[in-house]
Nanobody, 115 residues
Framework: QVQLVESGGGLVRAGESLRLSCAAS????????MAWYRQAPGKQRESVAT???????NYLDSVKGRFTISRDNSKNTVYLQMNSLKPEDTAVYYC?????????WGQGTQVTVSS
């Protein structure tokens, strides 16, 4: 069983930054990809950023140029650096990892951006 633990959420003002962390209970080399999703109240969960085992990244159009996904293999941790935050970035952010068999999800961390 894989556990993913997110941290780093909080309340910030528009224009400020946050860095989210997702610590995995086993080597992240074992995952095909890891990703950050978010879900705002009343909206569907959406993919924000993805990083594959080969290091390729992909971003939601609305966060391109502001968010950066990265990983530290030695710490089994994936990060989401979020700069120039906007009120519309307010959501619960979830970490997700995938293997050939299934996907795993963390419990989520709240990010609230005030205007």
């Amino acid at each position: 069983q894989v556990q993913l633990v997110e941290s780093g959420g909080g309340l910030v003002r528009a224009g400020e930054s946050l860095r989210l962390s997702c610590a995995a209970s086993r080597s992240i080399f074992s995952f095909n990809a890891m990703a950050w999703y978010r879900q705002a109240p009343g909206k569907q969960r959406e993919s924000v950023a993805t990083i594959t085992s080969g290091g390729s990244t992909n971003y939601l159009d609305s966060v391109k140029g502001r968010f950066t996904i990265s990983r530290d293999n030695s710490k089994n941790t994936v990060y989401l650096q979020m700069n120039s935050l906007k009120p519309e970035d307010t959501a619960v952010y979830y970490c997700m990892s995938t293997t050939n068999a299934r996907a795993y999800w963390g419990q989520g961390t709240q990010v609230t951006v005030s205007s």
